[in-house]
Each structure stands twice: as structure tokens, then as C-alpha cells.
């Protein structure tokens, strides 16, 4: 029911955006959010986002590069990624729950998508 996609290969200092479009359901009261696991580490989260998209939180790592945002008329949440660094390469997953962004934020969300993978080359 969430779909990810926008991955690739990107060079560092880079960019990409990335989509988690949703399905079967209207996401819109539900709180969303990014997050990442590369290989060999536990999964982290990059990013979340309320329900009307008033609040919002950042992993410091990626604070002042990423930005979260949301259309709730297109049932999509978005991860646009700047100044890449190959630190942020990563399979990322979107998430989302109808009880806030808090339960997203600790990963405890019940709905995830398959995941999209980010590789940045130095």
C-alpha cells in the first residue's frame, strides 16, 4: 500500500527526490516518514512528518540537507535530498500511522513500503 520509488546512483554534493506514493487507503490523518538502513547498520529514521505537515523531524545527519513534505491530494509523501554524501547510501523505506508522528518517529508504524535504494558515489 506504500510504494517508494526515486532511487539511484547519484554523485556526491547530489541529488535526488524521493516519492512514497500510497494505495488502497487515504493516507492524508495518517503521520509519515523516511528512513534508512545501509548495510551492516540497524534502520534509522531520516524524517518525519505530521498528518497536515505542520511538524516535522530530522535526524541531525540530515538536517538542513533533506526536506520532508507531503500532498495529501496525491496521497504522496516526498523526500527531497541535497549535498548528498556517500554516508547517505542507504535502502530508504516510507511509513506511516493513524496515531502520530510520534509512533512513526520510534519506528513503530504499522504500514512500510519496500524500500528504494540511494547509492552516492565520492
Known amino acids: 500500500q506504500l510504494q517508494a520509488s526515486g532511487g539511484g546512483l547519484v554523485q556526491a554534493g547530489g541529488s535526488l527526490r524521493l516519492s512514497c506514493a500510497a494505495s488502497?487507503?487515504?493516507?492524508?490523518?495518517?503521520?509519515m516518514g523516511w528512513f534508512r538502513q545501509a548495510p551492516g547498520k540497524e534502520r534509522e529514521s531520516v524524517a518525519t512528518?505530521?498528518?497536515?505537515?505542520?511538524?516535522?523531524y530530522y535526524a541531525d545527519s540530515v538536517k538542513g540537507r533533506f526536506t520532508i513534505s507531503r500532498d495529501n491530494a496525491k496521497n504522496t509523501v516526498y523526500l527531497q535530498m541535497n549535498s548528498l554524501k556517500p554516508e547517505d547510501t542507504a535502502v530508504y523505506y516510507c511509513?506511516?500511522?493513524?496515531?502520530?508522528?510520534?509512533?512513526?518517529?520510534?519506528?513503530?508504524?504499522?504500514?512500510w513500503g519496500q524500500g528504494t535504494l540511494v547509492t552516492v558515489s565520492s
Open positions: 511509513a506511516a500511522d493513524p496515531r502520530g508522528w510520534g509512533v512513526v518517529l520510534r519506528g513503530r508504524a504499522d504500514y
Open positions: 488502497g487507503r487515504t493516507f492524508s490523518s495518517y503521520a
Open positions: 512528518i505530521s498528518w497536515g505537515g505542520g511538524s516535522t
